[in-house]
């Protein structure tokens, strides 16, 4: 259960600097809604 607890922390709650201070998860849903809308200009 511990290790589940940290993969959890590391992907959803650590937030990393050079990403600007926000979660690796959010940041990943970021750059998809960004490439989403990119592809609809295109």
Not at 10 to 27: S, T
């Amino acid at each position: 259960m511990a290790t589940l607890g940290w993969v959890d922390w590391f992907n959803n709650r650590r937030l990393l600097g050079p990403i600007g201070n926000i979660p690796p998860a959010e940041a990943e849903e970021n750059f998809y809604a960004q490439r989403s809308l990119l592809d609809m200009v295109a």
